[in-house]
């Protein structure tokens, strides 16, 4: 199986990513960790932004959990399948090629990746949708999507290990 990405950044660097060393199942056990990062992630959003009614205020509008988590499925599920898969195909190519040690420390080297990766992703982002946005609204954002990276590779992880027991 063979797909190929062409990634152009403001029309200056065009970089063809072609991916030929993952096999089907491979690439299921990808489309399955996206499709568990975004619901573990919204269910982890909409729990941290919940406002229980007994510490609500009169007369203002608060979100339900069914809300929260509905909307950030609709808004972050398609970044976990279309950023997130070819990313993190590239950060395991990397990590393959750069890291054949121990175990503990492939961890720990996919680990940074993975957290840089979400980290750059939140600033890139934020900073071509506004460039005039304030320091503090790209922290928040960075550490968001800092979670999601993590959320993403350990579970990646998980499913690894769940397909060996299997196989």
Partial sequence: MTAHFLVQLKGQFTALISITDFSGCEMMKRFITAALSAVLFATIFSWFFFVPSSQREPNVYY????????????????????????????????????NKDLKWTRYFFGLGLYSLAGILFGVVFLSLLNPNIYLEDVFSFSLCCFIASTIYYHLLLSVSKINLLFN
Avoid: H, Q, R, W
Wanted: glycine fraction near 6%; charge should be negative.
């Fill in 63 to 98: 979100s339900s959990f069914s809300e929260t988590f509905t909307l950030v499925i609709i808004y972050a599920g398609p970044v976990f399948f279309l950023v997130g898969l070819p990313l993190s195909i590239f950060i395991d190519k990397l990590d393959a090629k750069f």
